[in-house]
């Protein structure tokens, strides 16, 4: 029975995220569709997705439907531009006179138009309710792998970094003006990290680290790695639950204690004791108990669960489960419409950007497509406050479609615009034989792209195995 209502929600939300693509879809369409009404151009087909129509009804004179290629939409202008090896062949009046010049930039306009005013009343909606605070308020460095990057240039646990590559940070992640984020995204062989670090003697010292970094390795269907230098944000090593006949358990660390020293070296991150037990090393840990002064000592030998001995990938553990999480409810934030709608497009000019940079390490594979933002939205959706993150995604969403859409090129409203244009100017339109094969020429390129992009999402989703995923949970003792 929980399996099959696990079924239904999962269907549930993919089915929550297809509506949402498509009320994004109709509002765009409709502004080109309310528009042509209005400068009384001929309208034959409003259609939600491309391909022969699965559903069709006749209403007003137009023919609504739903097309089987369950991507993007349309309204069949034919005053417009003809499109009918795209979209298929129009029901053209005989009488059909053309369009003015300034009806087909209306026209072609209004759909981005309603696109960017639908990310306003999302916007609109977010401010009253609220967004979920993603952002992770701290620069200190936690925790370095040894034999990475960071390691071999000098980068120390327990550095606050103020910058990198001279653009100020403070924070980890968010609004791609974090550490993740200017690590990703940096140009150069070498990121400059300007770092606080104190000596021996308390004082704090200003210094400039450059480091290389890596591109972690992918399958040949997934996307390839952005840039990594191996840190780990600080965050406090706090012991959860702990695994009954663990090693944890039998040198008598209890729940809520701070971790605070390992061997004698200060602990900034869960991560430093979780890796040094996988050595199965004897260790001693410095620990401190809320509500009680000082410290305490224990020594404890890391060992390998009873149930994961003789398994690929098994390595020992402590048997604690950390308290703290960096997914940890930060609050809500109420961003104004106007600063939501330009971080938005901030976002893509960066993403922009750093494509067309020639050091960066960004390329078109690492922007999505439906898939890709389908699956993100279905993440959102099976978290606390999913709703929430939902209607701000939908913001940067519409913005994306609003800017895209304008863009001057064929096919898109931006072409047609300056098709209008251009026909203002000259006092005569564009050859249509000539047009008909630029336009159909550039939607096999979007075609292959969007192909593209697609099997790279898939690809990401299906991720790659690892031992560790293969392992069942930790068990020290028989379970009773």
Not at 339 to 359: E, F, H, N, R, Y
Request: net charge neutral; with cysteine; hydrophobic share 45%.
């Amino acid at each position: 029975m929980a399996t099959l209502l696990s079924y239904l929600e999962t269907a549930w939300l993919i089915i929550l995220v297809v509506l949402f693509f498509n009320v994004m879809i109709f509002v765009h369409e409709l502004g080109h569709f309310l528009a042509g009404k209005w400068r009384g151009a001929y309208i034959d087909r409003f259609q939600i997705w491309f391909g022969k129509p699965i559903w069709q009804k006749k209403i007003g004179g137009v023919q609504w439907g739903l097309g089987w290629i369950p991507a993007g939409g349309f309204v069949s202008l034919p005053q417009l531009a003809d499109m009918q090896s795209i979209e298929g062949e129009a029901e053209i009046p005989a009488d059909l006179k053309p369009l003015k010049p300034l009806d087909k930039v209306i026209i072609a306009a209004a759909g981005p138009l309603f696109s960017l005013l639908l990310a306003y009343v999302f916007a609109f909606i977010v401010w009253g309710v609220g967004k979920p605070v993603s952002e992770l308020p701290t620069t200190t460095i936690g925790y370095i792998p040894p034999g990475s990057p960071a390691a071999e240039a000098g980068l120390l646990p327990g550095d606050t970094i103020r910058a990198i590559d001279g653009q100020k940070v403070d924070k980890w992640m968010g609004n791609m003006e974090g550490v993740r984020e200017l690590v990703a995204l940096s140009e150069h062989e070498k990121i400059n990290f300007t770092v606080e670090r104190k000596k021996a003697d308390g004082k704090v010292e200003t210094i400039t680290i450059p480091c290389g970094y890596k591109l972690p390795e992918t399958k040949w269907w997934q996307r390839s790695g952005m840039r990594q230098v191996g840190i780990i944000p600080a965050a406090p090593a706090i012991v959860g639950k702990i695994t009954p006949g663990s090693p944890a358990e039998k040198a008598g660390l209890k729940q809520g204690q701070h971790i605070i020293a390992l061997n004698g070296q200060p602990v900034y991150s869960p991560s430093a004791v979780s890796v040094a037990s996988a050595d199965g090393n004897p260790m001693q840990l410095t620990l401190t108990t809320p509500g009680t002064e000082g410290s305490t000592t224990v020594n404890v030998t890391p060992a390998i669960p009873t149930n994961w001995q003789g398994k690929e990938g098994a390595y020992p553990l402590l048997g604690i489960n950390w308290a703290n999480s960096m997914d940890a409810d930060l609050g809500l934030t109420h961003p104004s419409p106007q600063s939501q709608v330009s971080q938005s497009l901030k976002w893509m000019g960066d993403t922009i950007a750093k494509v067309a940079a020639p050091g960066s390490s960004v390329s078109m594979e690492h922007l999505s497509g439906p898939v890709g933002i389908g699956n993100y939205l279905f993440q959102m959706l099976q978290s606390e406050n999913g709703w929430r993150l939902i209607l701000w995604f939908a913001v940067v969403l519409n913005v994306n479609l609003a800017v895209l859409n304008i863009l001057p090129l064929p096919i898109v409203d931006g072409g047609h615009v300056v098709l209008g244009t251009a026909e203002i100017i000259l006092r005569r339109p564009v050859s249509g034989k000539i047009l008909e094969m630029v336009q159909t020429g550039f939607f096999f390129v979007i075609l292959a792209f969007f192909l593209f992009v697609t099997f790279k999402d898939v690809g990401d989703m299906v991720g790659s195995d690892s031992s560790e995923s293969k392992l069942p949970a930790p068990q020290f003792s028989a379970p009773r």
